[in-house]
Nanobody, 128 residues
Framework: QVQLVESGGGPVQEGGSLRLSCAVA??????????MAWFRQAPGKGREGVAY????????YYDDSVKGRFTISQDGAKNTLYLHMDSLKPEDTALYYC???????????????????WGQGTRVTVSS
């Protein structure tokens, strides 16, 4: 069994910063989850992938809309994935989800169908 629990969302002013956390709990009988990503869903829109990390190789990918502003990272000792968000804009307002998979095609990391495990989401609201 795998559980992903996000935290760290909240209200923030335009130009501000937030750090989201995703605590990963895996039972000993589950496979290792190496493919981790952050997705977001803005009001009235579909879910989109914003950042990806393979926690074994360290490879990262970002959506163009967040490149240079968001950074995905991990703390292996704490089994926690992070999303550092700087220079936030009102269009970053969304429900942010942590997602994980044992394996996926990295050239399609933004395809949500590739992810087996999802958290419940944490809301980020950026005001101008």
């Amino acid at each position: 069994q795998v559980q992903l629990v996000e935290s760290g969302g909240g209200p923030v002013q335009e130009g501000g910063s937030l750090r989201l956390s995703c605590a990963v709990a895996v039972s000993t009988s589950s496979a290792i989850i190496r493919c981790m990503a952050w997705f977001r869903q803005a009001p009235g829109k579909g879910r989109e992938g914003v950042a990806y990390m393979h926690t074994g190789t360290g490879v990262t990918y970002y959506d163009d809309s967040v490149k240079g502003r968001f950074t995905i990272s991990q703390d292996g000792a704490k089994n926690t994935l992070y999303l550092h968000m700087d220079s936030l804009k009102p269009e970053d307002t969304a429900l942010y989800y942590c997602a994980g998979a044992r394996l996926l095609f990295e050239d399609r990391w933004q395809s949500e169908g590739q992810y087996e495990y999802w958290g419940q989401g944490t809301r980020v609201t950026v005001s101008s």
